[in-house]
């Protein structure tokens, strides 16, 4: 292997539960009661829908402006403070790096709430850069961001790039793309027969990687 693309929320950190209850936090910090329905849509809108069904819900005129200003700094705070590595994440980095892999993160998750983990956790001389969705204006259901990762590294095509993904979506259009694809178990992804069937590895951490395999 001499490329690799990392997600970052789910694949290397364990966020993803934060994020899944990133909304009923918001209603218990300032005492609302909880809504019928909170569940988080997972597309680039869920701070709009969510915020229009607790103003209906609740009667209440909270501005988008307001609830992203304390999303953003509860988020900022978890990953500088709590979030953790997945299980086994570090000392797989640590064997790619030395073994002179490049590599760089591709994340939905904004650059200045995700770089305070980065830091913390001792990742960042481990990759070349990192990729943002927001800044680069297409979300991961759209192949265009991983050939953009892709030739940043320098790989000629996609075959010769492993994609590390958690979720089904994401992993599905790498793999369309023709990119060697691993998936990788969170628990809150529910899609996992699925990844299964069109990843070309799934693991529930790195220990289970096949070198072998991915001899790209």
Request: aromatic share 16%; net charge negative; with cysteine.
């Amino acid at each position: 292997m001499k490329y690799a693309i990392f997600d970052f929320d789910g694949t290397l950190v364990d966020s993803m539960v934060m994020w899944r209850s990133v909304g009923k936090t918001f209603l218990q910090q300032h005492g609302y009661p909880q809504l019928k329905f909170t569940k988080q849509s997972s597309n680039d809108t869920w701070e709009q829908d969510f915020l229009a069904a607790v103003n209906s819900q609740l009667g209440l005129n909270i501005t988008y402006e307001y609830f992203f200003g304390w999303f953003s700094e509860y988020v900022k705070e978890q990953y500088s403070l709590h979030i953790p590595l997945k299980d086994t994440a570090y000392n797989f980095l640590e064997t790619l790096y030395n073994n002179g892999v490049k590599m760089c993160i591709c994340s939905s998750t904004h650059r200045d709430m995700m770089q305070p983990a980065i830091y913390r956790l001792g990742l960042s001389g481990f990759f070349q850069f990192t990729c943002h969705c927001n800044e680069f204006g297409k979300e991961k259901n759209d192949s265009s961001i991983f050939l953009h990762c892709m030739e940043k590294l320098g790989a000629a095509s996609p075959d010769e790039v492993c994609v590390f993904e958690d979720a089904f979506y994401a992993a599905d259009t790498a793999r369309k793309a023709g990119f060697y694809t691993v998936g990788i178990y969170d628990v809150t992804e529910h899609k996992i027969q699925q990844m299964q069937e069109i990843c070309h590895q799934y693991i529930n951490n790195y220990t289970e990687f096949d070198f072998d395999k991915a001899d790209l």
